[in-house]
């Protein structure tokens, strides 16, 4: 599927929706190991920042409700609740960014025959989230860029 001559173009095309021609054009016209990393790196932190904005709301539930004089109980199920229950446009908006870095850092380093092994984006991807997540990135990212949203952070 990553070998797939027609996936540049079509990443391409996705990206292009998002931002302009003269960006794309910018990023992947000096194309390195190094602007892979970046990518990666990148990524990585929006999906740990997503992560840590879910542990704050869940302290500040529980902080609340103890002001409140709820019981360690209700405080703890609240609280992760709110940890868990996902954020409809912050979710959505952050993980389609990370995604869309890593999925764009993936086909821009095959188009440029460099080794997977050696591709940032890819190796954060599987180490983190296993093989199964890379085959659904590179799925979604032929797809509607929106819908990266929908690849969860974890």
């Not at 500040?60 to 709110?82: D, I, K």
């Not at 954020?87 to 850092?105: K, S």
């Not at 093989?131 to 797809?143: C, D, H, N, R, Y």
Request: hydrophobic share 40%; proline share 2%; with cysteine.
């Amino acid at each position: 599927m990553v070998a797939n001559p027609n996936l540049q173009e079509i990443v391409r095309e996705r990206a292009t929706g998002y931002v302009s021609e003269q960006t794309w054009q910018r990023l992947t016209r000096t194309w390195s190991g190094r602007r892979c990393s970046t990518l990666a790196k990148l990524a990585r932190a929006i999906l740990e920042g997503r992560d840590r904005l879910h542990e704050r709301l869940g302290e500040a539930a529980n902080q609340a409700l103890e002001l409140l004089n709820r019981t360690s109980a209700e405080r703890q199920f609240a609280s992760e609740l709110v940890k868990q229950l996902p954020l409809p446009v912050v979710d959505d908006n952050l993980i389609a960014t990370a995604r869309g870095l890593q999925v764009t850092g993936i086909v821009v380093c095959v188009a440029r025959s460099r080794s997977l092994t050696q591709c940032a984006c890819f190796t954060d991807v599987v180490l983190v989230e296993g093989q199964a997540k890379v085959k659904s990135l590179i799925t979604a990212g032929m797809e509607d860029w929106a819908g990266l949203g929908a690849l969860g952070g974890r």
